[in-house]
């Protein structure tokens, strides 16, 4: 089967940079992707890796290393908006298999 | 609007109801998703379409609920008998495979409440 593991809470203040971390334990995937959620709506597309490294979109940049089973999100500059819930989600044959979920919150 | 769109957004039922939720894709996306999420917790894998057929299912779905998506276009989950535990926000995720593969575009949900 597959699992991941993320923090379930992070705190950070206003214009500073913080990294959510995912440890996954599964048999083979195609990549790591990180989505947003604000509370009541939609997960949102952050980014996505299917290669080791780190890729990166604007404010946010994600990174995976396979060998160590091991990815994470960064956020820069984080802004209040920013406050909201990410999830590392690994595609695993035809379906996707998300984290448990971290909460972000960001203090002016 | 272009986005995925799901119907009804709230839905209340008295348990033992059957119940049924529409989802209808962005419009070119071929692949079909249906999650479950319940407070604090990521989306639950339930089934997955390519076009008009169904896949994936999940082994942590029951009997009890059925998916369709007839034409390859919009799908229904149908739950049925409800019981309290299938109170949970259910979503809908379209995407196309190939150059953007691993997004995945959700609907804002269909939230269900078995009293």
């Known amino acids: 089967g597959q699992s991941l593991e993320q923090p379930s809470e992070v705190t950070a203040v206003e214009g500073a940079i913080v990294q959510i971390n995912c440890t996954y334990q599964?048999?083979?995937?195609?990549?790591l992707s990180w989505y947003q959620q604000h509370d009541g709506g939609a997960p949102t597309f952050l980014s996505y890796n299917a290669l080791d490294g780190l890729e990166e979109t604007g404010r946010f940049s994600s990174f995976l290393s396979r060998s160590d089973s091991y990815g994470y999100l960064l956020l820069q500059e984080l802004q209040m908006k920013d406050s909201a819930s990410y999830f590392c989600?690994?595609?695993?044959?035809?379906?996707?298999?998300f984290g448990p979920g971290t909460r972000l919150s960001v203090l002016p | 609007d272009t986005g995925v769109s799901q119907d009804p957004r709230h839905k209340i039922t008295k348990r033992g109801q059957n119940v049924t939720f529409r989802c209808d894709p962005i419009s070119e996306h071929n692949r079909l998703y249906w999650y479950r999420q319940t407070l604090g917790q990521g989306p639950e894998f339930l089934t997955y379409?390519?076009?008009?057929?169904?896949?994936?299912k999940s082994r942590l779905l029951s009997d009890r609920f059925s998916a369709e998506r007839p034409k390859g276009s919009f799908s229904t989950l149908e739950i049925q008998r409800t019981e309290q535990g299938d109170s949970a926000m259910y979503l809908c995720?379209?995407?196309?495979?190939?150059?953007?593969?691993?997004?995945?575009?959700f609907g804002p949900g269909t939230r269900l409440l078995v009293l």
């Open positions: 995720a379209s995407s196309v495979p190939g150059r953007t593969q691993g997004i995945q575009y």
């Open positions: 599964t048999s083979g995937f195609y990549g």
């Open positions: 989600a690994v595609e695993h044959g035809q379906n996707f298999v």
């Open positions: 379409f390519q076009n008009e057929a169904q896949l994936e």
